[in-house]
C-alpha cells in the first residue's frame, strides 16, 4: 500500500532552503525509509524566479507570492526560510491559521514572536518545529527538550555564532582584521542577512532565548536579554587573555537561580584548558548542567547550507511521523507542557554574580598598583591574578591587567567607577566577564 506524501512548500531558496532542496533530493530514500512516507517538496517561493528555476530545473511549481503557499490547501507543511520578522511573521502565523505545520530556523522571530506564535500554534493544533534555529546543525533542541528531559537543567552555555566564533578564531591565529574574515564569513554563508546582528551578539541572544526557554520551561523573554558583542573587543585584549591561559569566546549563557534567569551574551575569558575554549572556526558548541546527567556538550556545525538544512530535514521527518498523533500527545513546542510555564523572570545584570578581567592603562609610577587594589579591597573585591605589561620607556604609561574571584557585577562597576576617578589611572578601564563553570 502506498503512503501518501508529506507535501512541503518551500519559502526562500537562500542558503538554507537552496541546502535544504539539495539535501533532500539527495537523500530521499534514506529520509522516506525513516519518516514511513516521502517527503515530498511540493512548491518553492522565493522573490527570484530565476534563482528558483536554477535550482529546482522546474521540477516543482514556483510560487511568486509566499503567502499563497500558506493558504495552499495541497501544502501539510510550510518551511519559512526567509528569515527576520516582517513579512516572516506574517507567512507563519499564516499558515498556522490555515491549519499548516510549520518548520523554521528563523530564530530572530522564535525569540521576539516566539510566545504568539506557539499560542496560536497550540490553539489551531499544529506543530512549529525549529532545531535549525539554534546552532545549526547540531540538534540541541532535541537534546534539550526531550534527551535531558529528566534533569532539573542548571546552566546552558554555549558557542551559538559561527559567524563572531570564526572572526575570534581568524584574528587569533592568523592575526587578520576583523573586516577582513567577517567579509569571509559573508562569502561562506554563515552571516545574517544584517551582519550587525551576528556581530553586535545580538542573533546569539536570539538563540540563547530560545535555550533559555527550552531548558527552563520559561517565556520566551529576548528583551531582558543582557547583550554585548564583539565589535568592541581589541585584539590586546585578546592577546593578554592568552597568556593568562585564556581564550575570549563569544557565549551566551542561561543559569537558572530561585529568584530567576541570567540570561546573557557578552565576550567571556574562559581557560584554555576547557574544551569548549578550543571549539574554532564557524564551529558551535552547546555545554549542559543538567543536576541528573550532570555535565554534557555538542559540538558541530553551527551555520551554513547542509549543515542547516540537516535540522531543517529532521523536523520534516519528525512531523511527518507525528502528524496523525493527538496534538495534546506531541512534544510539547516548549519542552513543558503550555500550562506548566514558569513565571521566573530575568535578573538584571547589575545582580549577577561573576570574575572579571580588567585592563588598566595607568602611570608607570609607584604606588599604582596599591591605590588600585585598595579600592578593589574596600569594595570587597578579591584578585585571583596580576599581570604587568614591560612599561613603555618613553611615555611612562603601562598596561595592568588583573582576574578577580567571582563578585557581584554592581559591585564590579563600582569599583571601576572609583579606579577610573584615580590620578594615577589613564582613560577608561576595560572589563570582560570569566566563567570557570566550576
Ligand atoms: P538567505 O538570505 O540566504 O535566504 C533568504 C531567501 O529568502 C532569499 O533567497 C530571499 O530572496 C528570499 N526571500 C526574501 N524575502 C522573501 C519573500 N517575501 N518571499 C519569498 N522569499 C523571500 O538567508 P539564509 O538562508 O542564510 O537564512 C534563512 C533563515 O535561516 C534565516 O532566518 C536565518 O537566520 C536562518 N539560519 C541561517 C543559517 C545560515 O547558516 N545561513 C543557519 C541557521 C539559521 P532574495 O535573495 O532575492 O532577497
Ligand atoms: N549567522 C548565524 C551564525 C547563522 O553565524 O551562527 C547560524 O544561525
Given at each position: 500500500?502506498?503512503?501518501?506524501?508529506?507535501?512541503?512548500?518551500?519559502?526562500?531558496?537562500?542558503?538554507?532552503?537552496?541546502?535544504?532542496?539539495?539535501?533532500?533530493?539527495?537523500?530521499?530514500?534514506?529520509?522516506?525509509?525513516?519518516?514511513?512516507?516521502?517527503?515530498?517538496?511540493?512548491?518553492?517561493?522565493?522573490?527570484?524566479?530565476?534563482?528558483?528555476?536554477?535550482?529546482?530545473?522546474?521540477?516543482?511549481?514556483?510560487?511568486?507570492?509566499?503567502?499563497?503557499l500558506a493558504r495552499d490547501?495541497?501544502?501539510?507543511?510550510?518551511?519559512?526560510?526567509?528569515?527576520?520578522?516582517?513579512?516572516?511573521?506574517?507567512?507563519?502565523?499564516?499558515?498556522?491559521?490555515?491549519?499548516?505545520?510549520?518548520?523554521?530556523?528563523?530564530?530572530?522571530?522564535?525569540?521576539?514572536?516566539g510566545n504568539e506564535i506557539?499560542?496560536?500554534?497550540?490553539?489551531?493544533?499544529?506543530?512549529?518545529?525549529?532545531?535549525?534555529?539554534?546552532?545549526?546543525?547540531?540538534?540541541?533542541?532535541?537534546?534539550?527538550?526531550?534527551?535531558?528531559?529528566?534533569?532539573?537543567?542548571?546552566?546552558?552555555?554555549?558557542?551559538?555564532?559561527?559567524?563572531?566564533?570564526?572572526?575570534?578564531?581568524?584574528?587569533?591565529?592568523?592575526?587578520?582584521?576583523?573586516?577582513?574574515?567577517?567579509?569571509?564569513?559573508?562569502?561562506?554563508?554563515?552571516?545574517?542577512?544584517?551582519?550587525?546582528?551576528?556581530?553586535?551578539?545580538?542573533?546569539?541572544?536570539?538563540?540563547?532565548?530560545?535555550?533559555?526557554?527550552?531548558?527552563?520551561?520559561?517565556?520566551?523573554?529576548?528583551?531582558?536579554?543582557?547583550?554585548?558583542?564583539?565589535?568592541?573587543?581589541?585584539?590586546?585584549?585578546?592577546?593578554?587573555?592568552?597568556?593568562?591561559?585564556?581564550?575570549?569566546?563569544?557565549?551566551?549563557?542561561?543559569?537558572?537561580?530561585?529568584?530567576?534567569?541570567?540570561?546573557?551574551?557578552?565576550?567571556?575569558?574562559?581557560?584554555?584548558?576547557?574544551?569548549?575554549?578550543?571549539?574554532?572556526?564557524?564551529?558551535?558548541?552547546?555545554?549542559?548542567?543538567?543536576?541528573?546527567?550532570?555535565?554534557?556538550?555538542?559540538?558541530?556545525?553551527?551555520?551554513?547550507?547542509?549543515?542547516?538544512?540537516?535540522?531543517?530535514?529532521?523536523?520534516?521527518?519528525?512531523?511527518?511521523?507525528?502528524?496523525?498523533?493527538?496534538?495534546?500527545?506531541?512534544?510539547?513546542?516548549?519542552?513543558?507542557?503550555?500550562?506548566?510555564?514558569?513565571?521566573?523572570?530575568?535578573?538584571?545584570?547589575?545582580?549577577?554574580?561573576?570574575?572579571?578581567?580588567?585592563?588598566?592603562?595607568?602611570?608607570?609610577?609607584?604606588?599604582?598598583?596599591?591605590?588600585?587594589?585598595?579600592?578593589?579591597?574596600?569594595?570587597?573585591?578579591?584578585?585571583?591574578?596580576?599581570?604587568?605589561?614591560?612599561?613603555?620607556?618613553?611615555?611612562?604609561?603601562?598596561?595592568?591587567?588583573?582576574?578577580?574571584?567571582?563578585?557581584?557585577?554592581?559591585?564590579?562597576?563600582?569599583?571601576?567607577?572609583?579606579?577610573?576617578?584615580?590620578?594615577?589611572?589613564?582613560?577608561?578601564?576595560?572589563?570582560?566577564?570569566?566563567?570557570?563553570?566550576?
Open positions: 500500500m502506498s503512503v501518501k506524501p508529506l507535501r512541503v512548500g518551500l519559502a526562500g531558496i537562500g542558503t538554507v532552503g537552496g541546502g535544504t532542496w539539495t539535501v533532500l533530493n539527495r537523500n530521499a530514500d534514506e529520509i522516506r525509509r525513516r519518516a514511513g512516507r516521502p517527503i515530498q517538496i511540493t512548491a518553492v517561493a522565493d522573490l527570484d524566479q530565476a534563482k528558483a528555476r536554477a535550482l529546482t530545473g522546474g521540477q516543482v511549481r514556483f510560487v511568486p507570492d509566499a503567502m499563497a490547501p495541497e501544502i501539510d507543511v510550510v518551511i519559512e526560510l526567509i528569515g527576520g520578522y516582517g513579512f516572516a511573521k506574517d507567512f507563519v502565523l499564516e499558515a498556522i491559521r490555515n491549519g499548516k505545520h510549520v518548520v523554521t530556523a528563523n530564530k530572530a522571530l522564535l525569540a521576539t514572536h506557539f499560542a496560536l500554534a497550540q490553539q489551531k493544533g499544529v506543530m512549529v518545529a525549529f532545531e535549525a534555529a539554534v546552532a545549526g546543525g547540531i540538534p540541541i533542541i532535541k537534546a534539550l527538550r526531550e534527551g535531558l528531559t529528566a534533569n532539573k537543567i542548571e546552566w546552558v552555555a554555549g558557542i551559538i555564532n559561527g559567524t563572531t566564533n570564526f572572526i575570534l578564531s581568524e584574528m587569533r591565529d592568523k592575526g587578520l582584521a576583523f573586516d577582513v574574515v567577517l567579509k569571509e564569513a559573508q562569502r561562506l554563508g554563515y552571516a545574517e542577512a544584517d551582519p550587525t546582528f551576528d556581530i553586535e551578539g545580538v542573533d546569539a541572544a536570539h538563540k540563547a532565548t530560545i535555550m533559555a526557554a527550552i531548558a527552563f520551561g520559561i517565556p520566551m523573554q529576548f528583551d531582558a536579554a543582557h547583550i554585548e558583542g564583539i565589535s568592541k573587543l581589541q585584539a590586546k585584549d585578546i592577546a593578554y587573555a592568552e597568556q593568562l591561559g585564556y581564550r575570549i569566546k563569544l557565549l551566551g549563557i542561561t543559569k537558572r537561580h530561585a529568584n530567576g534567569v541570567e540570561l546573557r551574551v557578552h565576550p567571556t575569558l574562559i581557560s584554555s584548558k576547557k574544551l569548549i575554549a578550543n571549539v574554532e572556526g564557524a564551529m558551535n558548541a552547546v555545554w549542559v548542567k543538567g543536576d541528573a546527567v550532570g555535565h554534557t556538550m555538542y559540538y558541530g556545525k553551527g551555520a551554513g547550507a547542509e549543515p542547516t538544512a540537516s535540522a531543517v530535514i529532521a523536523d520534516l521527518v519528525d512531523v511527518a511521523r507525528m502528524l496523525t498523533a493527538d496534538p495534546a500527545n506531541r512534544v510539547p513546542y516548549l519542552a513543558f507542557q503550555p500550562d506548566q510555564m514558569a513565571a521566573l523572570s530575568v535578573v538584571p545584570i547589575a545582580q549577577v554574580q561573576s570574575c572579571y578581567y580588567l585592563r588598566l592603562r595607568v602611570k608607570d609610577q609607584p604606588g599604582v598598583l596599591a591605590d588600585i587594589t585598595r579600592v578593589l579591597a574596600d569594595g570587597q573585591i578579591s584578585i585571583d591574578m596580576f599581570f604587568q605589561r614591560e612599561p613603555d620607556e618613553d611615555l611612562h604609561e603601562t598596561d595592568v591587567v588583573l582576574i578577580t574571584h567571582l563578585c557581584l557585577e554592581q559591585d564590579m562597576r563600582a569599583a571601576i567607577g572609583r579606579i577610573e576617578q584615580l590620578p594615577t589611572v589613564l582613560g577608561q578601564a576595560v572589563m570582560l566577564r570569566m566563567e570557570t563553570f566550576a
